[in-house]
C-alpha cells in the first residue's frame, strides 16, 4: 500500500451568504425517489397516484414545483413534466434535502493541490456570538484587528457549485449567494493522508476551529473526493516514482524489472540488506520528504514489505552463497549441502549464480570456524563426508 501524508492549512472566511444545507424532509425525498423508480419524467397525476391519493390536480404540480425549487427535479422548459435532477440523485444517495438557508455564515477552506474543491464546511453562525466577537476585534490594537474584505476567490468560485460533504459532520451543503465583503475567521491545520491500495483515496482528520479561541474545535475523520489529478496517475507510476526516491534506482530500471518479473520487485545490492531482507526477499524502504508533480509536498513515508532482487549478477553470486552457508544449522554432508544449494538457486529465476560446493563450504568452514562451521566440520572429521 501507499501511504503519504501532510498537513494542510484551514482557513475560514465570515460572510452574509444563502446555503442550501441537507435536512431530513422525507416527503420530498418520496417525490424523488417516485421520479428515480419510474425513470421518466414525472407529472401531477403520477405525484397524485403514487403519493398523495385523489386529489385537485393542481396539488400535484405545486408539488413538483417545490422539488424543482430545491434542486430535486428539473424540467427543460417553463412548464410540464419533470425529470430526477443529479441533485435530486445525491439527495436520494444522502437521504436529505438541501433547504436554501439565509444568515452569517463561517466558510472553511483548503487551499491544496489535492483538495480541488477548496470549500470543506460551512458553519451558522448565531448572530449574538458575532456581534459579540465584532466587538472584541474593535477593542483589539489596529494591527490585530480582522481585515474586512472581499471573499478569497477560492470561495468566491463555489458559489452555484455542485452540493459536497461537509468533512464535519458528512452533511450536503451548497453555496447559493455570497456577500460581496466580510471577514476572515480562525485558521487551523488538518492532516491530509492520501492511500492507494486497490484504488486511490483521500482522508482529511484533525481539528476544525469553529471558533477564534480553539475552545469549539470539532474532531474531523472524514473522506475527501480523489481529484482528476489523481484519476490521471497510475499506481505503478507513482510505486515507481517513490521506489527511485528511496532507493536511487531508475524509474526505467524499474519498469524493466516488472516487465521481467510480471510483479512489482526491486533491484538492491546485496551488502546493503539487512539479514531478514537476505532470508525472506522482501523489506521495508524509506522514502525521504518528496515533492510530487501535480500532488505537492509529502511527509517521509515508508513503503512496507517491498520484494526485492539482486541488483547485478555480482550481487546474486553473495546472495547465493550467503544464503548456502546460512542454511547450515545443523550437522551436514555433501548430500545435504547438493539439496540445500539446489533450493536457494531456485529463489534466482532471473539470474545465474553459481552454488558453492561442498568442498567449497567445506574450506569456508575450515577458515571461517564460526558457529555454523562445527556443522560442517565435525561431519568431515568423522570421516562422513568419503
Known sequence: MIRLTRKVTVSSFDAQATVAVGRDRPEFLAVARLAADLARPIVARDVLRELLGPRPEVLGWRVIERCIDLGLLERAGRDGDANLSEAGRLALEHGEVLVPEEGVW??????????????????????????????????????????????????????????????????????????????????????LMFTWDAEPSLRLSGRLPLDGEGTNAKPIDAGASVPEVVARLSREGLWRSLVTRATQAPEAELQRWQATAGRHVVPVPFASLPAAARLGFRRDLDVPASELPGLGRFEATVLKDVEVVPA???????????????????????????????????????????????????AKARADRDERAWFVLGPSDLGLWS
Do not use: M, Y
Not at 107 to 120: C, E
Not at 122 to 145: I, S, T
Not at 356 to 362: F, I, Q, R, V
Open 312 to 362: 547485478s549478477e555480482g550481487d546474486a553470486q553473495a546472495w547465493l552463497a550467503w544464503l548456502q552457508w546460512e542454511a547450515i544449522t545443523d550437522f551436514v554432508t555433501p548430500a545435504i549441502l547438493e539439496q540445500h544449494a539446489r533450493e536457494q538457486r531456485a529463489r534466482f529465476p532471473h539470474h545465474s549464480p553459481r552454488v558453492l560446493s561442498a568442498p567449497e563450504l567445506l
Open 106 to 191: 463561517r466558510f472553511f477552506v483548503i487551499d491544496d493541490p489535492l483538495v480541488p474543491g477548496a470549500l470543506v464546511h460551512a458553519q451558522r453562525l448565531d448572530a449574538e456570538p458575532v456581534r459579540k466577537e465584532r466587538e472584541a476585534a474593535k477593542a483589539r490594537p489596529r494591527g490585530d484587528r480582522p481585515h474586512v474584505d472581499r471573499p478569497p476567490v477560492s470561495l468566491r468560485g463555489c458559489v452555484g457549485g455542485a452540493p459536497r460533504e461537509s468533512v464535519q459532520n458528512g452533511h450536503l451543503f451548497q453555496l447559493g449567494e455570497l456577500a460581496e465583503s466580510g471577514a476572515a475567521g480562525p485558521t487551523g491545520e488538518l492532516r
